[in-house]
Structure formats: structure tokens, C-alpha cells
Nanobody
């Protein structure tokens, strides 16, 4: 059982930046594909970014060029650097771990509790 704990959310002005972190309890963290998803107000949860254990990454088109996913296997932590934030990025952000490098929620077995990101002036 992998436990995931997100941190780093908060209130930021449009154009600002935040870095989200997701710490995993599992020592075999390096074997998992890691993903970030988000759920905005009144919306379904959607894919944001994913990284496999070898460092390959993929992004949702609306965040590509602004967000960067990275991982530190020694710290069992995955990050999401978010730049040029805009109000449409307001959401609860979730990290997830799974055995398959994927953009689909169903491919991830373990989920964090989420961290709120609010972009507003």
C-alpha cells in the first residue's frame, strides 16, 4: 500500500508560480509511474502530467510549456512546478502512483488526498 501526501498548494495571483510536492511512503517508489490530476470547481477530474520511472513525461495540452513534472527517487517525491498560472488552473491537485505510465485515472492505483490551488487576484 502506497501512501501519497501532497503539499505546496495555496493562493497565488495570476501569472504566479507554485511548486507542488507529493511524498510517497513506499521505498519502491522508483518503480511506479507518477501522475498529477486536478479537479476544478464543478468539473470532472482531469489529467495534468505524468512521468514514468525512466523519466519520460507527458502533459495535458493546456499546461504544456507552463508546468513541469519531475521526480526525486532518492526522496520518493514527485513535483509539479507550475508557472504562468491563470484562474483556469484553480483546482484541487492530486498525485497518483501506478504501474502503468498513462493519462487515465483508472491506470493509477494509489492517490493522495489532494491540495488546493487557487489562482486569483
Amino acid at each position: 500500500q502506497v501512501q501519497l501526501v501532497e503539499s505546496g498548494g495555496g493562493l497565488v495571483q495570476p501569472g504566479g508560480s507554485l511548486r507542488l510536492s507529493c511524498a510517497a511512503s513506499e521505498r519502491t517508489f522508483s518503480y511506479y509511474a507518477m501522475g498529477w490530476f486536478r479537479q476544478g470547481p464543478g468539473k470532472e477530474r482531469e489529467f495534468v502530467a505524468a512521468m514514468n520511472r525512466n523519466g519520460a513525461m507527458t502533459y495535458y495540452r493546456d499546461v504544456k510549456g507552463r508546468f513541469t513534472i519531475s521526480r526525486d527517487n532518492a526522496k520518493s517525491t514527485v513535483y509539479l512546478q507550475m508557472n504562468s498560472l491563470n484562474p483556469a488552473d484553480t483546482a484541487v491537485y492530486y498525485c497518483a502512483a501506478g504501474g502503468t505510465y498513462s493519462t487515465r485515472e483508472s491506470d493509477y492505483n494509489y492517490w493522495g488526498q489532494g491540495t488546493q490551488v487557487t489562482v486569483s487576484s
